[in-house]
């Protein structure tokens, strides 16, 4: 296996608690994902990126760990862990984990030292402050989930610093001794065999040690709603100007020191959650450039934005631009934001086909991809009362937000048993919607032409051909709301020409490209005559070229 497997590759991303139930609490856990492992490997993927199983409180559903090195027993034991492992590896998968290392949760050991007094072993492990003589707080930063950057400790009586919930205080990544055990958490899991790291909020790990304040949102260097979500008004993103500018030699810093260690084992690789849109094209430069510090960078720009032809082309020329010998990593869905084929559709459109274009589109990209569960079997954004919502970010904003709970909903696997087969409890965590129950896998799976399949075809297609995986990518010049470039160079290159307009369109390629073969696209029928091409709305082309 090639040191670089990750270049390219195909991440399909489970969030832990929605995937499979075998305990019977109405939520997930590890060993319903190995009795899901030989699905998974039918999908075609190179590697599992497992979001967060570790111990914790859960107020954040896991991004809020209470002890890195061990798994929350809602999820199993560490044995179940090493049993996933090594059953994944047996099948050709690899596991890359999610560290959430920016913060901690409150209940860490580390944190509860921290916050015992001023002058304890750990009291500077963590962002404390005094507050202005007036007793507000040491500045106007904000938190990404409402309200002040800065939280009271009575114990200290001090601020403490937290970029999310209060109940998850930031790690302070000037001090070496925390990037020191940071480090041998990472150590840890290197040594289970993990193949790699999805490092969440990693733009977020050093902040401004002056404490300055930030620019009001008119003067920020670049302005906000970076997430791609509808940012309420009350939680303007432009004021998270202490992340970047101010604050990113220092973490190159960290991410060398983490390279360094990843550099002691073969080809494991990280992916460094980006989040911050406009600014993510310089950040991810300096994070990936070099092959120093991160192996790729996952971005925002195709969870949100615009479903059009220039969107998509931008955000990856713009990388292909300053991104040199880094590498980006794209996905249209995530555990945070709504469900790209909800997210996208129009009145008229068939969401299906809508799914099958998109991943059609995504799997013809220059990077890595992530998929996000469920997307495969074409499953829409959830609707979920106000009385049933789990997420804290959509409890606090609803309604001008309404949270992420929409796209965690369980895993549907057999229409007709109880909860679509994830779980046998009378309730489970989030509610199985009844309107993703015709999309189960056991309705798709053997069905040639469903979405599932088409998955699973478009998939392979990009795993066959080297020029898919990492070859270049070169955009031609085009009308209207029309996406063609080539892939590949010498004498392995494709051309693709998707419409991404919902009328049909036409497009004359150069007259220098010589079609040898058009390759037939399950679900698409594009006419190619006379050196034209006729696209309906939402249509895909695909050709070999000499
Ligand atoms: O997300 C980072 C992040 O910026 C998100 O909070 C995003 O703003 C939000 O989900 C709206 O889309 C990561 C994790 O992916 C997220 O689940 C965690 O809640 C967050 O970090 C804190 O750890």
Same mark, same amino acid.
């Given at each position: ?301 195709? %969870? ?7 969107? &998509? #082309? $931008? !955000?990856? *020329? ?133 979405? %599932? ?7 392979? &297609? #990009? $795993? !066959?051909? *080297? ?80």
């Amino acid at each position: 296996m090639s040191p670089n497997w990750w270049r390219g590759a195909v991440i399909y991303q489970v969030y832990p608690r929605s995937y499979q139930d075998t305990s019977g609490d109405g939520i997930g856990d590890i060993r319903g994902l190995i009795k899901r492992l030989e699905y998974i490997a039918s999908l075609g993927v190179d590697a599992i990126w497992l979001s967060p199983f570790f111990k914790s409180p859960m107020a954040d559903f896991g991004y809020d760990v209470s002890d890195y090195c061990d798994v929350d027993p809602m999820f199993g034991t560490l044995s179940d862990f090493d049993e996933l492992i090594g059953l994944a590896h047996a099948k050709g998968l690899k596991i890359i984990i999610d560290q959430v290392i920016s913060h901690s949760s409150d209940q860490h050991h580390w944190y509860k030292e921290s916050r015992s007094s001023r002058d304890n072993a750990k009291a500077d492990w963590y962002v404390w402050a005094d507050p202005k003589p007036d007793g507000t707080a040491p500045n106007n930063w904000l938190s990404i989930f409402g309200g002040p950057a800065w939280e009271w400790d009575t114990a200290r009586r001090q601020y403490y610093m937290h970029n999310f919930l209060a109940s998850q205080p930031d790690l302070n990544f000037h001090n070496t001794d925390v990037q020191n055990a940071i480090l041998d958490t990472v150590r840890f899991w290197l040594d289970r065999g993990v193949d790699g790291f999805r490092l969440d909020t990693v733009n977020f790990y050093v902040h401004d040690k002056q404490l300055r304040d930030n620019p009001p949102l008119s003067q920020s260097a670049e302005d906000g709603n970076f997430m791609g979500v509808d940012a309420p008004d009350t939680n303007p993103y432009g004021f998270q100007d202490h992340l970047y500018d101010k604050s990113q030699p220092e973490n190159i810093v960290f991410l060398q020191r983490l390279r360094a260690l990843l550099n002691e084992y073969d080809g494991r690789t990280t992916v460094g959650e980006v989040g911050d849109g406009r600014r993510s094209l310089k950040t991810v430069a300096a994070y990936t450039n070099g092959g120093d510090k991160l192996h790729m960078c996952y971005t925002f720009d195709m %969870l949100g934005g615009e479903f059009s032809a220039e969107h &998509f #082309r $931008r !955000s990856i *020329a713009n990388f292909q631009s300053v991104v040199n010998d880094g590498w980006v990593c794209w996905a249209f869905s995530n555990h945070d934001v709504e469900r790209h084929v909800s997210r996208w559709m129009q009145e008229g459109d068939d969401p299906e086909h809508l799914a099958r274009f998109a991943i059609t589109l995504l799997s013809s990209f220059r990077g890595s991809i992530c998929l996000y569960q469920g997307e495969e079997l074409g499953l829409e954004e959830a609707e979920i009362a106000f009385e049933d919502l789990a997420d804290p970010y959509g409890i606090r904003f609803w309604p001008a937000y309404k949270g992420r709970d929409g796209c965690r909903t369980p895993m549907v696997w057999e229409k007709d048993a109880a909860n679509a087969g994830f779980s046998d409890a009378a309730r489970t965590w989030l509610p199985v919607p009844d309107s993703h129950l015709r999309h189960a896998v056991d309705q798709q799976d053997h069905l040639s032409g469903s979405l %599932l399949n088409h998955y699973r075809e478009t998939l392979a &297609f #990009r $795993r !066959s051909h *080297a020029s898919l995986v990492d070859g270049p990518m070169t955009f031609l010049e085009t009308n209207g709301d029309l996406l063609a470039f080539i892939r590949g160079e010498g004498q392995n290159r494709f051309l693709f020409v998707f419409n991404l307009d919902r009328s049909p369109a036409e497009w004359t390629p150069p007259s220098d490209l010589d079609i040898t073969e058009v390759v037939r696209l399950h679900g698409f029928a594009p006419g190619h005559e006379g050196g034209t091409i006729m696209l309906s709305g939402l249509d895909a082309f695909c050709a070999r070229l000499r």
